[in-house]
């Protein structure tokens, strides 16, 4: 099953704007990971945000952490086309440490 | 660029078949994880392997299975393929120095007909 459930499912923007999706989880985490895949090719990872942390940046990345929700949210500033991916959350298992739980992902369009 | 590199990047097998999938991590990571992603999925977890032993395991059964060599690679076999085990195949290794993120490759998309 899905521990991570990420939203918007797709996005569709323009070229300059900002993307924010955001995931929720379920159980208790000691981190959270964001990863990018480009159709049908093998993730990269972009950001791990740790759970006593409530935001970190990295480029034109942002990402929040509230583990009061079980949520978090990536937000992408100043959108380029070379942005079009799909975008996944993902939180380790205990235990295991590179059991990750993926989300569905969110499809991000970006258009000229 | 990750440095971890699959093998092939594609396949088809039709169903009963055996597949081997193949996967050279990156220098100096020493846990491999293997990975399914059915299309429009998230990648699922199959196994991790650390230092030549399952580490780990998911919701998968016993027909997959696999092996980690001296060197780190690993293989992924699939046996009695069954029509949905298409998808893509993604290896990933882990930097014992890291906090748990992952390097992925490229996948090795398998097709069973």
């Known amino acids: 099953s899905q521990q991570g459930e990420e939203d918007p499912q797709a996005l569709s923007i323009q070229e300059g704007e900002n993307a924010t999706m955001n995931c929720s989880y379920k159980?208790?985490?000691?981190?959270l990971q964001w990863y990018r895949q480009n159709s049908g090719r093998g993730l990269v990872h972009l950001i791990l945000i740790r759970s006593n942390e409530r935001e970190k940046h990295s480029g034109r990345l942002r990402v929040t952490l509230d583990t009061s929700k079980k949520s978090s949210s990536l937000l992408i500033t100043a959108s380029r086309a070379a942005d079009t991916a799909s975008y996944f959350c993902a939180t380790p298992h205990t235990g295991t440490a590179s059991k990750l739980t993926f989300g569905t992902g969110t499809r991000l369009q970006v258009t000229l | 660029e990750t440095g971890v590199t699959q093998s092939p990047t594609h396949l088809i097998k039709t169903r009963g078949q055996q597949v081997t999938l193949r996967c050279s991590s990156q220098?100096?990571?020493?846990?491999v994880s293997w990975y399914q992603q059915a299309l429009g999925q998230g990648p699922q977890f199959i196994f991790q392997?650390?230092?030549?032993?399952?580490?780990g395991r998911g919701n998968f059964p016993p027909r997959f299975s696999g092996l980690q060599f001296p060197n780190y690679s690993s293989e992924l076999n699939v046996n009695a393929l069954e029509l949905d085990d298409s998808a893509l195949y993604l290896c990933?290794?882990?930097?014992?120095?890291?906090?748990?993120?992952?390097?992925f490759g490229e996948g090795s998309r398998l097709t069973v007909l």
């Open positions: 159980t208790s985490i000691n981190n």
């Open positions: 220098s100096g990571h020493n846990t």
């Open positions: 392997y650390y230092r030549e032993e399952e580490n």
């Open positions: 990933a290794s882990t930097n014992p120095q890291g906090a748990g993120e992952l390097f």
